[in-house]
């Protein structure tokens, strides 16, 4: 279905600032159609090629009341309507002022009474808004005439563009509505009628007097939200809290008549349940929060005793076996730190990769002096992929580190770079790893490595991840060292 604006960019001779009016309109009609326990339709001309006598319009916007059951079973909006069919809206247009009477509407049985009120925008009518109300009568109930005289009051605002509010937010999910409970203040901020349920919801805040003929702040609810409305005749919204158990919501549109505030329609909503439902979600994301610390916490602790370990160790090889175990440990920690701090599904991975560098200069980098660069990035990604693709990278990175410059340190210090390139490239996370070193040796073959780091490399990357690993020497004429590139899909896990 077509949005209004595109109804009116087709069908229509609107300008821009009148179009913008009509969507502002209907986005905040909703509160019209229920004060007036009414169906409403928008409707507009149609731009029709000149000298043809044919005249019609076509309806742009189209509301049904959430208090009442519905006169139209049909969405008429994008439908071409012939204006003799509706001689009221057509004489809205003509005189530029409400037209109240009676018609016929297609697929409904009775006369329906209808009220035409034009839609001026910068002294034109840029449409007509139609409520339609069937025989079925509305009853006599106080609040019913309240909100039909509401009702007649907005109608004016709408016909000499007071309403909808420039400054208006469009009305969300969590608004009030007519039936959360209205309270109609006067042009003093003044009570002249609260519903049922908005008495109840004063009753929430601890106001148990009768509110009729006070002010809010009699009452003693600090209400600037209704002076704001009066002062400066704009819609305003505030929730009110009362300890940690009770908020409700407040939403004030000002009646303004001839340019005076002459009083403040609030739409009153109960939201303590919603905020508890908030708190309830806040504190399980704390938990979950809490919960990475934790590992966090677990396995740097298994990391010191790794380290402690190997201080005591006589044999050099226990040693190293032990520290590099120590490093695969924390690398796998990283990944809990930076859930801790942001938990969820995904985590930006360029951070880890900032720690994971800073791990590998910490533990291998005070035997060689080598340079770690980092070009690229490569985003927010699942965490399923990014804590065992954290750990082939920290493998990768320290053997480069550790085996590429292990015999030229001492003639050319200072010049081993290891650069690091993350990419994404159509549905892949890809990490190219190049050092300048000496190369890996003539009997090499990524299939067969008897040592454990590449066989953690070859097992992350290949069935944990879906992914490819390639490994070789870069020609001396392209400055020699190694290439291994890994690449993994984003997408497909299982
Ligand atoms: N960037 C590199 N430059 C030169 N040789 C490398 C490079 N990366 C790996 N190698 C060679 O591949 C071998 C296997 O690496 P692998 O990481 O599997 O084992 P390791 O580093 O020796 O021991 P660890 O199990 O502690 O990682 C290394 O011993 C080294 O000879
Ligand atoms: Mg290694």
Known sequence: MATLAELAALRTRLDKVSVEHLVRLVASWSLLADLAFSDLLLMTRVAEPENRGEKHLVVVGQVRPNNRSTLLGDDLVGTTQRVDAWPLVQRAFEERSLVVGEGRVHGVDDAVSLWCVPVIVGGEVAAVMVRLQGPTQVGAALYEKVYLSLFERMCTMVSDGSFPFREEDVAGPGMPRVGDGVILL?????????????????HRLGIYASPEGRTLRELGLRARFVERALEFALPTLEEVDRGHDVAILFHCVPLIERHRVTGVLARVRDVSDLRQLDRIVLSKEAAVREV????????????SLLRLQARRSDEAETQVALLEAE??????A?????????????????????????LVEDTVLALHPVEIVVNGELGVLSTDLATPLAVALTELLTNAVEHAFS????????????????HRDEGHAVAE???????LGANFSLEVPTSLGLSIVRDLVRTQLHGTIEMSSVDSDDGGGTYVRVSVPLLERD
């Open 407 to 422: 015999d030229q340190i001492a003639e050319v210090p200072d010049a081993g770079i290891v650069t690091l390139q993350l």
């Open 433 to 439: 790893i190049r050092d300048n070193g000496r190369g």
């Open 334 to 358: 990283v990944v809990h730190e930076v859930l801790s701090r942001e938990p969820g599904e995904e985590v930006v991975f360029d951070e880890i990769v900032r720690s994971l560098v800073a």
């Open 327 to 332: 490093r695969r440990v924390r690398s796998i």
């Open 292 to 303: 990475h610390h934790r590992v966090k916490n677990n396995l740097q602790t298994i990391s």
């Open 186 to 202: 006067d042009g003093e901020g003044r009570v002249e009628f609260a519903t049922p349920n908005a008495t109840n919801a004063l």
